[in-house]
Structures are given as C-alpha cells and as structure tokens.
C-alpha cells in the first residue's frame, strides 16, 4: 500500500464542467489501483494523470 500524490489529472467528464481536482492525495494497493481509487473517490471516470508516491505504507499481519 502507498500514499500517490496524483497530478495533471484528466477526468472523463462527457461534457459537464463538474468541479474536479486537477490534483490529489491517495492511498492504494499500487500504481494500477489509481484510476480506480479516484473514480471511487469522487465518481468520476479518469481519462490519464501522473503520479509519485509519497509514503509507503507497512501493513501489520501481511
């Protein structure tokens, strides 16, 4: 698990102007969980973005 700053982001939007982040902080399993993981977050689909991780996170037990 990591923490990903997410950057330059492009959402799939289909036409509506909705107030989205150009830019976020998020947690997931990995670098292919980030869509995903925005797309829950604020319900929309994203089209591409970039992303460094800030902090892996340990799990207890793994």
Do not use: H
């Amino acid at each position: 698990m990591a923490v990903f700053r997410v950057y330059d982001i492009v959402w799939e939007a289909g036409g509506n102007a909705p107030r989205l982040p150009s830019e976020a902080q998020i947690a997931c399993v990995d670098m292919g969980s980030i869509a995903a993981a925005l797309s829950d977050t604020f319900g929309w689909l994203v089209a591409d973005f970039k992303a460094t991780v800030l902090a892996e996170i340990s799990q207890e037990g793994s």
